[in-house]
């Protein structure tokens, strides 16, 4: 349940702009409520909690540069089971590609390789998506699958 700080004023603005329903709220604390796409968001002095079952129908009215949904996709492999062994990565949005990696591992089996990706220590770095790195072994990892 996102809980988005900000001038919920301007945030009704916005979100009237975009065609929601609106309702007075139910308690001296609740200013407004509002509903639009399968998103309700209830306004309080300085915040908006936003529920529902798609909360960014809301959240990407109020907060337009925040961003959107990122979709990760990463792949391990190996070259003979054991053999040379890599990692690999691409974080998509709705615009494209937005970054992407890869890493040599050593020697290992596909399922050390698959299982590698997995591990919290191989994620993507979060300062990664503002990064553009096209890489041959990502892209043919992706195709391979």
């Not at 306004?43 to 925040?66: M, S, W």
């Not at 949005?93 to 191989?122: H, K």
């Amino acid at each position: 349940m996102p809980v988005v700080e900000c001038d919920v004023d301007d945030a009704r603005e916005r979100l009237d702009a975009a065609g929601a329903s609106f309702s007075e709220g139910n308690s001296e604390y609740e200013r407004w409520h509002a509903d639009l796409g399968d998103a309700h968001a209830v306004a309080y002095d300085d915040k908006l909690v936003v529920q529902g079952g798609n909360p960014t129908d809301i959240t990407a009215v109020v907060e337009p540069d925040r961003g959107g949904r990122v979709h990760a996709y990463f792949d391990g492999a190996s070259r003979g089971n054991p053999g040379p062994a890599a990692v690999g990565w691409v974080l998509v949005s709705g615009d494209g590609i937005v970054a992407e990696g890869n890493d040599r591992i050593g020697r290992a089996t596909n399922n050390q390789a698959e299982y590698e990706r997995c591990s919290p220590s191989s994620r993507p770095p979060r300062s990664s998506a503002s990064t553009r790195s096209r890489s041959a072994a990502t892209a043919s990892s992706s195709r391979s699958r």
